[in-house]
C-alpha cells in the first residue's frame, strides 16, 4: 500500500479518506473508517478520549467557528498559527510539483522559522482530534434532540388524538341533546295548539318572563 493510502488510517481512523483513495482504503479498513455516508440521522460513533478543555461554541446555521473549537480543546493560537502557515505554504505550491519535493520545501520553511516539526504534526492530529471530537459531540447531541423530539411528537400525537375523542363525543352528545330537546319541545307544542296560536302570541306579548321571536332585537 502506498504511504498515500496509508496515512488515512493511523489516527483511529479520524482522518477523511479522500475520492482518490477510497476505494483502496475501503479494502483496507473496518467500514466505520471509511467516507462518512450521507444519512438522515447521525450513525453511533465508537467511543473516543476527552478533546475539549471547556465547551465547544455552537454551530448556528451549520457555520462552525473553528478557532472556537480549536482554542477549547485547548490548542494555543501560535499552534494553529504555525499548522495554518504550513497549509498555506502548500497551497502555495504548484499541482504538478511532485510530493517529495512538497516535502522538502514546507521542512525547509518551518526549520527557517525554527519551528519543530513534530510540533506541527502534534498540533495538526489535535487539529483532526478536536473536528472529529466536535463531529461526535454534535452527533450526540443531535441523536438526544431527535430521541427528546420523538417522545414529545408522540406525546403531541397523543395529546391530540384524545383532545379529537374529546370533540367526538362531545358532538354525539350535542346531537342526542338537541334531539331529545327537539322531541319534548313537540310534546309541549300540542299543548300550546290546543289553546290556540293567538292565545299564545298574547301571552307572549304580556309576560316579562317570554320572549318574542318574531318581535324586531333591540338595539343600543
Not at 103 to 108: G, L, M, T
Not at 144 to 161: D, N, V, Y
Request: net charge negative; aromatic share 4%.
Amino acid at each position: 500500500m502506498s504511504e498515500g493510502h496509508s496515512w488515512g488510517t493511523t489516527v483511529l481512523g479520524w482522518f477523511v479518506v479522500r475520492d482518490g483513495e477510497a476505494g483502496e482504503a475501503r479494502e483496507n479498513q473496518a467500514p466505520e473508517h471509511d467516507v462518512e455516508p450521507a444519512a438522515s440521522e447521525p450513525a453511533a460513533a465508537a467511543p473516543m478520549p476527552p478533546v475539549f478543555q471547556t465547551q465547544p461554541p455552537p454551530a448556528p446555521g451549520g457555520q462552525v467557528d473553528f478557532d472556537g473549537v480549536f482554542g477549547a480543546a485547548g490548542i494555543e493560537r501560535p499552534e494553529r498559527e504555525r499548522v495554518a502557515r504550513a497549509g498555506e505554504l502548500l497551497a502555495s505550491l504548484p499541482p504538478e510539483t511532485p510530493v517529495a519535493v512538497h516535502k522538502q520545501i514546507v521542512e525547509a520553511s518551518m526549520k527557517a522559522f525554527g519551528v519543530p516539526l513534530d510540533k506541527i504534526i502534534e498540533t495538526a492530529v489535535e487539529e483532526v482530534q478536536a473536528l472529529e471530537g466536535y463531529i461526535r459531540t454534535g452527533a450526540a447531541d443531535t441523536a438526544q434532540l431527535m430521541t427528546e423530539s420523538r417522545t414529545r411528537i408522540e406525546q403531541l400525537e397523543k395529546e391530540i388524538a384524545d383532545v379529537k375523542k374529546v370533540m367526538d363525543q362531545r358532538t354525539r352528545e350535542q346531537e342526542s341533546v338537541a334531539g331529545a330537546c327537539n322531541a319534548k319541545k313537540v310534546e309541549v307544542q300540542r299543548v300550546l295548539e290546543f289553546f290556540g296560536q293567538e292565545a299564545v302570541a298574547r301571552v307572549v306579548r304580556q309576560s316579562p318572563k317570554l320572549h318574542d321571536p318574531s318581535a324586531p332585537a333591540k338595539t343600543g
